[in-house]
C-alpha cells in the first residue's frame, strides 16, 4: 500500500514534470535538422490508426508518461546510418542513441519497472519512426512531382560565403578590369592589345577592300556609260520621230497618190500615221499657250515654292513615262488589228483604232503640258539672281538620294532606275533648250557665257548625284559592277533588235515614248524661227519657211545618221566583247 502510493505520488511528479515540459517546449520550439539522405522510393501508405494509449503495457495504477522524441539521422563513421532521439524531461534536452535511451530510463525509474518502461519506449519509439518515415516519404513524393520532365536535378543554392562577390571577381582569371588596376597598366595593356579601333570596327580582309574600290572607281565608271548609251538611244527615238516618221508620212501620201486607188495599209504605216496624228494634235495645242503668262505666274513664287512645283511636276511625268508607253501599245496593237482584219470586222477595228488614238493624244497632250511647266520652272530658277537653281538643284538631287539609296531594290528595280535616269538626263536636255530658247528670244546682253555655267551645272549635278545613287544602291544591296555591264549589254542586244531566249530580259527594255519631248521642243523651237523670218511679202516668207525647214531637216537627218550609225557601232563592238569574255570564262 505504501509502495501504491508512493508509486502515485511519483506518477503524479511525473506528471508535473511532464505539463512543466510541454509549457518550455511551446517556449522553445525545437529545430529539426536533417541530413539529406538519400532512401529509395517508397509509395506512401494510408494508415488507419486506432487510437490508443501509448503505454499499453501499464496498468491504470501504474506511471504513466510520454516524452517528446525527434529524430535526428546521421551517418556513421563505417557509412551505417544512425538515429538519435531527443528526449525532453524536465525541460532539458537529451540526446543520445538507441542503446543510451534505455540508460538513461533505467536511470530514471528504477531497476523495477525497467521491463515496461523498455516496452512503452519502444512503442513510442516505433510510432515516431512511423510517422518520421511517413512524412520522408511525403518529402521525397514532392520532390519528385518538382523535378523537371528531363530529370535534371534542381542544383542548390550557394552558401552565402560563396557568393561573396570579391572572392568571385579575385578568383576568376576572366575578370579584365580589377579595381586595382593602375590607369598606366590599363593604357599599356591598351597600346599592346592591336587595332586601336577593335572595339567599334571589323578586322579588313580582301572582300572589303574590293567593296571599296568598287563603290569609288569600278562601278561610277560603268554606271556613267550604261547611262550615257541609254541618252543616246533616247536621243535617236527622238530624232527618229522627227526625221524618219515624216518622211514615212510623205512616201505613204505619195504612193496614195500614185495609185489613185484605195490601199489598205500595213500595221507599222498605221503605227505612224497615228503616232503624226499624235504629235501634229500636241503641237497645234501647246502653241495656244502663253508661255510669258506661265513664265510669270511660276517666276511670282519664291524659292521654297519653286521647288515644290518642280517636283509635283517630276513626280506626274515619272507617273506619265509608266503610263505612257501601255497606252501608246495598245494603239500599236489597235494598228496591228486593224490591218489584218477581215472585211466583216472592219468596222470594229476602226472604231478601236479611233479611241485608242484618242487616248493617246489626250494623254500625250497632257503630258506634254507637264514637261513644258517644268521647262519653264527650270528657266525661271536659272534667270533668277537669288541662286534659286542651286538651292532646287540642292533640295531636288539630295531628296531623291534619299528617297531611293537606304532602300532594298532588286536586281530588275535597279535596271530599271538606270533606265529612268537616262530618259531624265534627256528630259533635261529638252528643258535646257527650251531655256535656250526663251534666253535667245528675251535676254539682253552677254548672256550666253551665263547659260552654259548654268548649263554645266545642271549637268554635272545630274550627274554626280546618280553616281553616288547607284554606287551606294550596289554597295547596300550587295552587287559587284559587273551587273551594270550585263545592262549595258542587254541594251546594246536592244540597240540591234536582237531577240535573247531569256523573257526576263525582253521585259527589261528601255521604254521612251518621244512624243511629249518632241511636242515640247518643237513649241518652244518654233517663236525662234519666227523671229528671224523676214515680214513681208509673202511669197518672200514662205520662202525662208521652207528653207529653213530644209535646212533643220537635213542637220536633224544628218545628227540621226551619227548618232544611229555609233550605236550600232557601239553595240556590235560591246556585245561581241561580252561573247568573248563569256567564252574565255566557259574555256576557263
Known amino acids: 500500500m505504501a509502495w501504491r502510493s508512493s508509486g502515485r505520488k511519483l506518477s503524479f511528479e511525473i506528471l508535473n514534470h511532464s505539463s512543466s515540459h510541454e509549457e518550455k517546449e511551446d517556449q522553445y520550439p525545437v529545430n529539426y535538422q536533417s541530413d539529406p539522405v538519400e532512401k529509395p522510393y517508397r509509395k506512401k501508405k494510408k494508415h488507419k490508426r486506432k487510437h490508443k494509449p501509448l503505454h499499453p503495457a501499464i496498468h491504470e495504477d501504474s506511471i504513466t508518461h510520454s516524452y517528446p522524441v525527434v529524430q535526428n539521422s546521421h551517418h556513421t563513421d563505417n557509412g551505417n546510418i544512425q538515429n538519435s532521439y531527443i528526449v525532453g524531461g524536465d525541460g532539458s534536452v537529451v540526446c543520445s542513441t538507441v542503446s543510451e535511451v534505455g540508460a538513461e530510463i533505467q536511470r530514471v525509474y528504477g531497476n523495477g519497472e525497467l521491463r515496461q518502461r523498455n516496452v512503452n519506449f519502444s512503442g513510442v519509439v516505433e510510432t515516431a519512426m512511423e510517422e518520421n518515415a511517413l512524412e520522408e516519404s511525403a518529402v521525397e513524393e514532392k520532390q519528385r512531382r518538382s523535378e523537371p520532365p528531363n530529370g535534371s536535378v534542381v542544383t542548390k543554392l550557394e552558401t552565402a560565403e560563396s557568393l561573396d562577390w570579391n572572392k568571385l571577381m579575385a578568383d576568376d582569371p576572366n575578370y579584365l578590369f580589377s579595381m586595382e588596376k593602375s590607369p598606366v597598366k590599363y593604357f599599356m595593356d591598351e597600346m599592346n592589345k592591336g587595332i586601336s579601333l577593335r572595339s567599334t570596327t571589323t578586322p579588313g580582309s580582301e572582300k572589303e577592300r574590293e567593296r571599296v574600290y568598287d563603290t569609288i572607281f569600278r562601278l561610277p565608271w560603268r554606271c556613267e556609260l550604261l547611262i550615257d548609251v541609254g541618252f543616246f538611244v533616247c536621243l535617236d527615238s527622238f530624232l527618229s520621230l522627227l526625221t524618219i516618221m515624216p518622211t514615212k508620212i510623205l512616201m505613204i501620201l505619195w504612193r496614195f497618190r ?211 545613287k547607284h554606287s551606294f544602291l550596289a554597295k547596300f544591296n550587295d552587287m559587284k559592277p559587273i551587273v551594270y555591264s550585263e545592262f549595258l549589254e542587254e541594251l546594246c542586244n536592244q540597240t540591234l533588235n536582237i531577240q535573247t531566249e531569256n523573257t526576263e530580259s525582253r521585259k527589261r527594255t528601255l521604254t521612251f515614248i518621244p512624243l511629249a519631248p518632241a511636242c515640247v521642243v518643237i513649241r518652244v523651237l518654233t517663236p525662234v524661227y519666227s523671229a528671224h523670218l523676214p515680214p513681208s511679202p509673202l511669197p518672200w516668207r514662205l520662202f525662208w519657211i521652207l528653207f529653213l525647214s530644209a535646212l533643220t531637216y537635213v542637220m536633224l537627218t544628218s545628227l540621226k545618221v551619227m548618232v544611229g550609225m555609233g550605236l550600232q557601232k557601239h553595240a556590235n563592238w560591246y556585245v561581241e566583247r561580252c561573247r568573248r569574255r563569256k567564252k574565255r570564262i566557259h574555256n576557263d
Open 258 to 468: 500614185s495609185a489613185r486607188q484605195f490601199k489598205k495599209p500595213s500595221a507599222a504605216e498605221l503605227s505612224d500615221i497615228g503616232c503624226f496624228i499624235v504629235l501634229a494634235s500636241g503641237v497645234v495645242l501647246l502653241g495656244q499657250i502663253d508661255i510669258s503668262l506661265i513664265y510669270h505666274m511660276i517666276r511670282g513664287q519664291g524659292t521654297i515654292k519653286l521647288y515644290v512645283v518642280y517636283n509635283v511636276l517630276e513626280i506626274f511625268d515619272k507617273l506619265c513615262q509608266s503610263f505612257g508607253g501601255d497606252v501608246l501599245q495598245a494603239l500599236f496593237n489597235s494598228s496591228e488589228g486593224l490591218a489584218n482584219c477581215s472585211s466583216e470586222n472592219m468596222r470594229f477595228w476602226i472604231l478601236r483604232f479611233i479611241s485608242d488614238q484618242a487616248l493617246a493624244m489626250a494623254f500625250s497632250i497632257l503630258h506634254s503640258f507637264i514637261l513644258l511647266a517644268q521647262a519653264i520652272t527650270l528657266s525661271t530658277c536659272i534667270v533668277a539672281h537669288n541662286n534659286a537653281l542651286l538651292a532646287l538643284l540642292v533640295s531636288n538631287n539630295f531628296a531623291e538620294i534619299k528617297s531611293n539609296v537606304f532602300k532594298r531594290f532588286s536586281k530588275d528595280n535597279i535596271h530599271s532606275l538606270v533606265y529612268s535616269d537616262s530618259i531624265e538626263r534627256f528630259h533635261i536636255s529638252a528643258f535646257l533648250s527650251a531655256v535656250l530658247a526663251q534666253n535667245i528670244l528675251e535676254a539682253e546682253g552677254p548672256w550666253f557665257e551665263s547659260f552654259l555655267l548654268n548649263a554645266l551645272m545642271v549637268f554635272f549635278c545630274e550627274m554626280l548625284i546618280d553616281i553616288i
